[in-house]
């Protein structure tokens, strides 16, 4: 029998303000275990809370930029929620009036297909705390320093049917937000963490299966593994003819297996009442046409405009402006340097190696746009070759404080050699230095010209230039 897949996801992100939710409290991630809590995010008694106004203003533009219709008025409700990482058992959450609802995000997964995920709601609510689990024993330590951190969360429809969509759906929600400046995403660092709903169901069939909630994964590689083992385990029960149980399960990356927590919990199981503290928030006609017109260019547009104006293969264009700090980058230095196609070039080659390969984040780049500039303009003027080019962009790009990429080039002697005579020289040279690649020539292997350009290169120390050398190179193999 062929299976489908059907999820839907339930996104945490955790917003950018100086301040928590509901208190005055640091929301600055890390520093030592309970110390960015106050008797308000901790609950104590007599307290009350506060609501960030701010936190309102992020809140409605992400629902704007996700095509959401915005609740002019929207409340907050009280969830009963007896964890140790929420110190006063319960959590100030939006349940019947959330301020969002009814959005879209149109995407385009890696292999090329369009797909339009509907969003049921999108709701505030403050942030839990986390638990630190000992490496020597069965011992927890709670950590309320995330306590009242303000969130959202991104309740979607159950339209997802394989993992590139979830990918490309958590992925344009980075994107967004991080153009808005609402949240730096460090799924890393638990500022976006996904809960993935999932059942699975015969091909063609429409009733859904039991759906089990895997919780808190915070990686999309994770996802995508704790996607492909949730499905075949539920796939393995039915066609034993066991039955799935609906129910919250941990995803534990190291095991990569999911493990039941607890019985999936309904919205009667929290005990939800109107908040008694906060009075209902009110969003005006006014504010929104402000947020709509300081709304910034998003990765869609910014990409159609590089393939229409700089002229950018679509590809390329969609992964630079996919990323905020990448289009930034990218747009400064060609405003210095007038050349899109050669800082696409740098862009696509050197950059995404070091991000793919070496795990560096769009976020982590330091490189200055204008040394950048300067970087390109001297391998277009011939001064370094593109293979020095590499090394030199390497230094440039994982520089500590200032680089001047002039002074690099000067002190490691790296301008391009391009004496005609001192090339000739050297490709003599290594002719008579190597008598059978000679022989081999002559009996027709015309691939053995590489080697001799590699020699020759190397005798030069990767500094002359290329043209050159194969010009010279040329010349001297005919009269062999």
């Not at 106004?53 to 704007?64: D, N, S």
Request: aromatic share 10%; glycine share 6%; net charge negative.
């Amino acid at each position: 029998m062929e299976w489908e897949i059907v999820m839907g996801l339930e996104v945490h992100v955790e917003l950018a303000t100086k301040t928590k939710i509901f208190c005055a409290c640091t929301t600055e991630f890390g520093g030592a275990p309970n110390t960015h809590c106050c008797p308000v995010c901790t609950g104590m008694p007599g307290t009350l809370p506060v609501l960030n106004r701010q936190v309102v203003e992020y809140a409605v533009r992400a629902g704007l930029a996700l095509n959401c219709g915005i609740n002019r008025y929207n409340k907050f409700d009280r969830k009963n929620y007896f964890y140790p990482d929420l110190p006063k058992a319960y959590q100030i959450s939006q349940l019947y009036l959330p301020f969002a609802h009814d959005g879209r995000v149109d995407l385009k997964t890696k292999s090329g297909r369009d797909v339009s995920i509907r969003i049921h709601e999108i709701h505030m609510e403050e942030d839990a705390g986390k638990l630190v689990h000992s490496l020597f024993g069965d011992t927890t330590y709670p950590d309320y320093n995330r306590c009242g951190v303000p969130l959202i969360e991104i309740v979607s429809e159950p339209d997802f049917r394989e993992t590139e969509e979830v990918i490309a759906y958590l992925n344009k929600l980075k994107s967004t937000f991080e153009y808005l400046g609402i949240s730096d995403c460090k799924m890393e660092e638990g500022s976006m963490r996904a809960d993935v709903n999932l059942s699975v169901r015969p091909k063609g069939a429409a009733e859904f299966g039991t759906r089990t909630e895997m919780k808190n994964i915070n990686s999309l590689k994770a996802i995508e593994r704790a996607i492909a083992y949730e499905s075949k385990r539920q796939i393995a029960l039915i066609e034993a003819g066991e039955r799935v149980v609906q129910e919250t399960r941990r995803w534990d990356e190291n095991k990569e297996k999911t493990f039941a927590m607890r019985s999936k919990e309904n919205a009667q199981d929290y005990r939800y009442f109107p908040e008694p503290d906060i009075p209902p928030v009110s969003i005006t006609d006014e504010e929104i046409a402000h947020y709509i017109e300081i709304c910034p260019e998003f990765a869609d547009a910014k990409a159609d405009r590089y393939v229409a104006e700089l002229g950018l293969a679509r590809e390329d264009a969609q992964i630079i402006a996919g990323s905020k700090y990448l289009a930034k980058l990218f747009e400064e230095t060609n405003a210095a340097v007038n050349d899109p196609a050669e800082v696409r070039y740098w862009m696509m080659t050197q950059i995404m190696y070091f991000m793919n390969e070496r795990g560096v984040q769009p976020e982590k780049i330091t490189l200055d746009p204008a040394q950048f500039a300067k970087f390109i303009e001297i391998v277009k003027a011939g001064r370094i070759n593109r293979q020095i080019g590499k090394q030199v962009f390497e230094a440039m790009f994982f520089a500590e404080g200032a680089f001047d990429v002039e002074q690099y080039i000067k002190e490691h002697d790296l301008e391009q050699v391009d004496d005609k005579s001192l090339i000739e020289e050297t490709v003599a040279a290594v002719i008579a230095a190597n008598p059978k690649a000679v022989e081999q020539y002559r009996s027709g292997q015309t691939k053995i010209t590489g080697f001799f350009v590699g020699q020759t290169m190397k005798q030069l120390k990767g500094k002359a230039n290329p043209a050159t050398v194969n010009a010279v190179l040329a010349e001297a193999l005919k009269k062999l």
